[in-house]
């Protein structure tokens, strides 16, 4: 029987076995904890798919059916149906000033007086001469009609008479000149000259503008030139007088559209009898479009706007299932409210109203607030306490 080799029995394991082993059990420590993590995480979504989620509080409203006429809309500036900086025709010293800045003067009334006492002095020697040369005239017409002279000589003097005579108007017509009258009725401004100045033909004496009626000018994309015709109803808002909207028609459009931009010029025509509406000021214009029609018109905050389309969330009541609770683990019973996003396709829009054309239907109730926070499906809770503003004239308190 052979021995056994006692170097041999007692050799340790060699390192490769060592490194297979320990990779063995690196694995099984490390699956382990991989496992472990996989259940507590499927555990962990699971409770939460299955958790209820709260209500969302939003608020609410109804779309209604109104009577709309599509509005077009545009920014203006008024301008006074006469208006302008007075002047003179003739130089001359100021003689005398008589009105007061801002004041209201009817047409001919007279504003300013310059000095004409050398005009005056002249005029008073042409008259002389003319009535010498009419005396002169009638003398030689009775002796060419006795034959004593010849007809000439009589046509001469009748001529000599008419110019001296125009001489006389045209020296009136200079003096009348110095005295600078009010072309037309309405309200001037402030004046721009005194006492013993010295003004030439053409310096500005002060402004006057016809307030009522009065203009209003605004421009149009060239697209409706069409749509705006004369006697057009318009209606004006301006900063300045906040709370009151005035009223007016169409009188004038421009027939050119100005190539640079491409929009044409229309006037409108308004009644201004206290002078509320000034020259020059800015307006918000809105004026119908077509005939009136029905609509289905809802809140614009309750509208998504996006590229790919514009949606609303519509409420419905649904009863709830069997066995659901609450986030306490209370059981809920009763129906619940629930919102489904729809496509709609909207339209004209008048103040924090908008139209809707297409997907929605007169009595559905809508979201207006909160839409960020909703899905499809979630559920809301109403709290219609704070209600965004949704007026076709709004009055902001702060604008």
């Known amino acids: 029987m052979a021995k056994l080799d006692p170097q041999r029995s007692t050799r340790p394991p060699s390192t490769r076995k060592r490194m297979i082993w320990m990779l063995i059990g690196a694995l099984v420590v490390f699956g382990g904890v991989f496992a472990v993590k996989a259940v507590i995480s499927a555990g962990t979504n699971q409770f939460f798919d299955n958790m209820p989620q709260p209500a969302v509080a939003v608020s609410s409203a109804v779309a209604q059916k ?76 009775q002796l060419a009609r006795d034959q004593l002279v010849s007809k000439d000589e009589a ?38 000259i005194n006492l013993g100045q010295f003004i030439a033909p053409g310096d500005a004496i002060v402004s006057l503008q016809q307030l009522d009626p009065i203009f209003l000018d605004f421009s149009l994309p060239e697209q409706q030139m069409g749509t705006v015709s004369e006697g057009v109803p318009v209606r004006a808002t301006v900063d300045a007088v906040k709370g009151r909207v005035f009223d007016g028609r169409v009188t004038a459009v421009e027939p050119q559209v100005d190539p640079s931009t491409r929009n044409f010029t229309a006037q409108a025509t308004l009644r201004n009898p206290d002078g509320a509406l000034r020259p020059g000021a800015f307006a918000h ?36 299932k069997e066995g659901e609770k609450d986030m306490q683990g209370k059981p809920l019973t009763g129906d619940k409210f629930v919102v489904q ?16 054309t297409d997907g929605l239907k007169p009595g559905e109730q809508i979201v207006t607030s909160g839409l960020l926070k909703l899905r499809n499906g979630a559920e809301v809770t109403i709290n219609n306490k704070v209600q965004p503003s949704a007026e076709a004239k709004p009055a902001p308190e702060n604008r």
């Open 285 to 320: 214009v809105t004026f119908d479009v077509g005939g009136e029609r029905d609509a289905v018109v809802i809140p614009q905050t309750a509208v998504s706007f996006n590229p790919y389309g514009n949606a609303v969330f519509v409420i419905s009541k649904t009863p709830r």
């Open 155 to 192: 046509q001469q003097r009748a001529t000599a008479a008419a110019t001296a005579q125009a001489q006389v108007d045209a020296q009136r017509a200079l003096i009348e000149q110095k005295t600078i009258r009010a072309p037309f009725s309405g309200v001037l401004g402030i004046r721009k």
């Open 341 to 356: 996003q729809r496509f709609i396709k909207t339209g004209a829009t008048r103040g924090d109203l908008i139209a809707v």
């Open 66 to 141: 109104h009577r709309w006429s599509d509005a077009g809309e545009a920014v203006g500036t008024f301008k006074a149906v006469n208006g302008a900086d007075l002047t003179t025709e003739a130089g001359g010293v100021v003689r005398a000033i008589e009105f007061e800045p801002g004041q209201r003067v009817n047409a001919g009334a007279v504003l300013v007086r310059l000095n004409s006492a050398n005009e005056l002095a002249v005029l008073k020697s042409l008259e002389a001469s003319a009535r010498l040369a009419a005396v002169q005239r009638d003398r030689w017409t």
